[in-house]
């Protein structure tokens, strides 16, 4: 079987940090399922992704509207595109939940036209091997996009995101905020990508990530590109990444919390940032049950 | 009407002299293995170093060019002149070196920085020193500073060479550092003894003036315990039409407690292919301080690397790039912390303009021996107007938990509200501008002697000019 490049790095950097691309067997050579998303105004729309065939889900949104798609990926080997068309005005949420997998191919494509928001969420626990490829083009004059990504990898799990906002609008907007925990052998890569055209006059990018290192075995790989060809943008990106600061620590322990505790709790507060952002009582149950078995409080 | 304000390119007219060459001492352009033998013949070398010489020949035939980075297209290496023959032998004494080469040293302020601030110059024309001297006090505190092909021949140097002679950068790295392992020629050696700290500077210039040739120094740096040395590099060219070539290669080794500040204004003119490569191993508690400013040349890939091998090792990258009209500057740094407790600081600013691209390219790997690690990389880039480009491609490789990784990356253009506001403390908009641009680069002035400092702010010639709209 071929193997085909994905999570292709836009810019490509030093060839021996392995970040370009990723290639994976092409398994999916049968014809892809599409779906139309049929999404009334206001609508919250329930994806159960657990089929191991390739798919696609198209979603249009008019202009004025505003939808809601929740994507609960659990296919053994999931493959799935998301493509989203915002008119002027429209918005879309699209909230994705990606676990107990072991092998996932996602894939989004978004188009906002003026002053159209997307707000993306997603969440990745406990997937073995996940490529995530998310772009975002906001063609649109004052066109925004929010990303919010939490990730727990461990147990040799690997996973690699590469995002990418396309700034062709003047006073578009990105944010981006990445942030997880890594423990036993996990493997994570994080390509976020602000791409500010030529003509995107006026606009502003920001992407942050914050990763927790739990133990001596893991791999974390940060990526984070700033691309521009337009004066009048501004553009900004900040990492971190390790364990806990001292003087946090000391300030908990002192509050009576010992260090497995306190490791614990900050795992989690990771996540929940990501998750408090969902809004969705059904999802978020069903997300603390996931977590609850693994690091219940 | 609102005029924009400019930001003019760097003056150039200091660099862009030049003296006829005598062409019949060219060696053929090109590569082959009879160019190459040539060359060995030439510099009277040893066995092993024409066997090392072919091998990386070899290498080079077989190594693709990488597949990321600006275009090298423009570059043919069939065509560039890889050895030029020297007139004369390399002299200790300025009055011994042709008229035509010791005035282009004068007009670069070489001999004069010599006299007034530095303990050794080494001064390389074309393909070879053609001038080298240190103070006799600092000869006499066991300090080696020599051109290497005469450490080479020396047998007192000869299996210390021999000992580091590109391992840091093997010819196997990439198609260039293989080219250079083929064709180099000239560059400096610099001993520092155990404990010997070296207060005041030395200094190689190297100075390109024949046209389509390529220049491929090596400079080979070893400090021993607990010693200190600052070594500055300057590089200039006048302008061809043809492109030139530098893959220069730099090798330091830094000893126990031993610290290394390496600085370099490289000013090539802007038909030059600025292909270098720069790599530093620190030992226990050592320290490496790059203080790198890149202003010239058509197409540059340099991002010196600094390997922290022993417990509490540190390395400090101070950058600035300013790429104006023509270029593409991909510049930045690589580092490699392989031991417990060891440190980075990474700080760049760049500045693109009239169509100019610049990159910040840059990798921290922390491995998981590395535990107790600290790094933090913090660049910044200006965009001065629409028609350029800048992009910012850093990496962080992290393989252990104990290890605190910081990165912080700002782009954008001249704030309107500091104009403002040093516009409401009685500046006009065109000194504003002119301060804010200044100081926007002050990071790198700052870490430089003060002559050079003075040299680095001539070079930006940032000459503001602009009127309220």
Redesign the interface.
Known sequence: MDNKKLNILPVPTFGWLKVNYEERENENDNERRVTKLNCSDGEKTRLEINESAAQRYELEVKGGQSVEVIEFITAKRADTQTAIKLESGARARLIQVITGTERTINNVRAFLSDGAELEYISLNIGGEDTLSDINARLDGRGARFEADIGYKVSNEGKLDINLLAEHFGKRTETRINASGVLSEKADKTFKGTIDFKNGAVGAKGKEKEDVLLLDETVRNRTVPLILCAEEDVEGSHGASIGRIDERQLFYMRSRGLDEQTIYKLAARARLDMVIRRIDDEQTNARIRQILGGNDDE | MKEKTVVSDIDRSLYDFRYEEDESEYFDSGLSKEIISAISDEKNDTEWMREFRLKALDIYSKTKM???GPSIEGLDVDNIVTYIRQRSRMNTDWSEVPDDIKDTFERLGIPQAERESLAGVGAQYDSELVYHNVRKEVAESGVVYTDLESAMHDEKYADMIREHFMKLVPPTDHKFAALHGAVWSGGSFVYVPKGVKLEIPLQSYFRLNAKGAGQFEHTLIILEEDSYLHFIEGCSAPKYYEAGLHAGCVELFVGKNATLRYSTIENWSKNMYNLNTKRAVVDEGGKIEWVSGSFGSHVSYLYPMSILNGKGASAEFTGITFAGEGQNLDTGA?IVHNAPDTSSYINTKSISKSGGIS?F?S?V?VN?NA?GSKSAVNCE?L????I??????????????????????????ISDEAVFYLMSRGLDEESAKAMIVRGFADNVSKELPLEYAVEMNNLIGLEMKGSIG
């Open positions: 990488v597949e990321w690589k990159t390219r990798a790997t998981s535990e880039s965009m001065l107007d629409r350029s480009r800048s992009d910012t491609v850093p990496v962080m490789d992290i393989k252990t938990d104990k290890a605190d990784i910081g990165h912080e990356a700002k782009i954008g253009r």
